[in-house]
């Protein structure tokens, strides 16, 4: 029976985490960026993984035990991250992890799964290079940037794009972003412009920008967190840049720009994979509406919605791996991931072989869509 089929009212009155008072709970490891740059995204998916676990216990938990949250702050840093998984597995037993958010932190972590032989679903990071280098303990269920560049391909006919610019954070996850969307954009005649880079956690864009703004491309894909979004809208809008500005990774919630960018934000686009002002849209709109409802309930800051669905669905995807497993075991457990069929908001989880032949990773293929601000409103591209 699917763990979905099996809620009940009163989720959100239990609680979970290293202070639960469970008589027996499986352990699930949670290794996001609670401090540092990417604090305000990893709290978000921090607390969509604590709604589901919720839920979950309140429908008789997996196996008939309690799910137990163990969170770990990495920092926003990679040797931190690294470090964090190691704790996890060797002090706090966790026999499956989900992290670690940005993928320069997810990369540092993989060493471990491999050490440790311990499986880790990873909500967020979309670097190529997470599941094509030979790890058989990584199971994705957010799109790397190939899979983003493939769905943006899909968009095109809705855009009228000619030759594009990039700028993107200097780290593995935005340099993925402009090898697969350059790679995307040349098969499809489009020209690449000038690319920018700036460093996590920068604030003077000025430079980057205004060598975009001397670029005759009709468009700029920016790869970055919501906190840098902002000030890449306000500075851009500061000095005159009419180009498109459209952004990847699905790490940002426009009503969040909204409210930081003001007016600036207006004209914006952005490639989504949950757009919760159109729950109606996607491939299981209960699914959209239940956890907006759960998320609201908790008192949730609504912003929060395009991160926190990823925590939500993770530990929904590995609850289910757990189930299938039959027990609650590192190795039974990578496994199952293999068998899950999990209805999720933007599809329904199943894992495709990607990497070297023999040591594959998992990936899931998600759907996404391409919505855009106007007058201080979300709505569908070109709608």
Known sequence: MKIRNCMIAGALALSVGAGGAYAQNIKIGVNQPLTGAFSASGTYVANGAKVAAEEINAAGGVLGQQIQLVIEDNKSNPTEAAAVAEKLITSDKVPVMMGAWGSSLTLAVLPKLMQYKVPMLVETSSSGKITQQGNPYVFRISPPSWVEADVFE?????????????????????????????????????EIGRVEKMDEGATELSAQLANIKSSDADAVIVTAAVEQLTLVLKQA???????????????????????????????????????????????????????????????????????????????????????????????????????????????????????????????????????????????????
């Open 154 to 190: 899909g968009l095109l006919p809705q855009l009228d794009i000619k030759k594009v610019d990039f700028l993107a954070i200097n780290n593995d996850w935005g340099l993925g972003t402009i090898n697969d969307f350059s790679e995307m954009f040349k098969e499809n005649g489009i």
């Open 237 to 383: 809008n500061d000095i005159g840049l009419k180009k498109q500005i459209i952004t990847t990774g699905g790490s940002q919630n426009p009503d969040q720009l909204i409210e930081q960018a003001g007016g600036a934000a207006n004209g914006s686009s952005h490639l989504t994979f949950f757009a919760p002002w159109l729950p109606d849209t996607w491939p299981h709109p209960d699914r959209a509406e239940g956890f907006i409802k759960l998320w609201d309930a908790a008192g949730h800051n609504p912003i929060g919605l395009t991160e926190s669905y990823r925590g939500y669905e993770g530990i929904y995807v590995i609850a289910a791996a757990i189930e299938k497993a039959g027990k609650a075991e590192p190795e039974a457990i990578r496994e199952a991931f293999w068998e899950v069929e999990e209805p999720a908001i933007n599809g329904t989880v199943t894992f495709i072989k990607d990497g070297p032949e023999g040591r594959e990773s998992g990936q899931y293929m998600a759907n996404g869509t391409l919505v855009q601000i106007v007058d201080g409103k979300v709505q569908d591209f070109g709608s």
